[in-house]
C-alpha cells in the first residue's frame, strides 16, 4: 500500500509561483519514478512531468517545458513541482503518482498509485 499526498496548491495571479509538494509512505520511495499530472473541469487528465527515482532524468509536457521544475528529496520521501510564470491555462487540479516503470512514462496508466489531488487556480 501507498499514500501519496499533495499540498502547496492555492489561487495564484497570472505570472505568479507555486510548489507543490506530494509526501510519500509505504513504499520504498527511493527506488520509484515520480510523475505530475493535472485535470482541469470536463477534460482529461494530462502529464505534466515525472523525474527518474534517482533525481538524474526529468521530463515535460511542452506546455510547460521552461517554466516547471521537478525535482525530489529521498530523505524526505517528497517530490516536488515547482511551478513559474503560471497561466490561467495551468488552472487544474495537480496529481501526483508512482511510476509502474523505472523510465516513466506519459500516460496515467503508467502509474499506478495517485494522491488525492491539489487544486491549483491562476486568476488572469
Known amino acids: 500500500q501507498v499514500q501519496l499526498v499533495e499540498s502547496g496548491g492555492g489561487l495564484v495571479q497570472a505570472g505568479g509561483s507555486l510548489r507543490l509538494s506530494c509526501a510519500a509512505s509505504g513504499r520504498t520511495f527511493s527506488t520509484v519514478a515520480m510523475g505530475w499530472f493535472r485535470q482541469a473541469p470536463g477534460k482529461e487528465r494530462d502529464f505534466v512531468g515525472a523525474?527518474?527515482?534517482?533525481?538524474?532524468?526529468?521530463y515535460y509536457a511542452d506546455s510547460v517545458k521552461g517554466r516547471f521544475t521537478i525535482s525530489r528529496d529521498n530523505a524526505k520521501n517528497t517530490v516536488y513541482l515547482q511551478m513559474n510564470s503560471l497561466k490561467p491555462e495551468d488552472t487544474a487540479i495537480y496529481y501526483c503518482a508512482t511510476s509502474k516503470w523505472g523510465i516513466p512514462g506519459t500516460a496515467p496508466y503508467d502509474y499506478d498509485y495517485w494522491g488525492q489531488g491539489t487544486q491549483v487556480t491562476v486568476s488572469s
Open positions: 523525474i527518474t527515482w534517482n533525481g538524474f532524468s526529468t
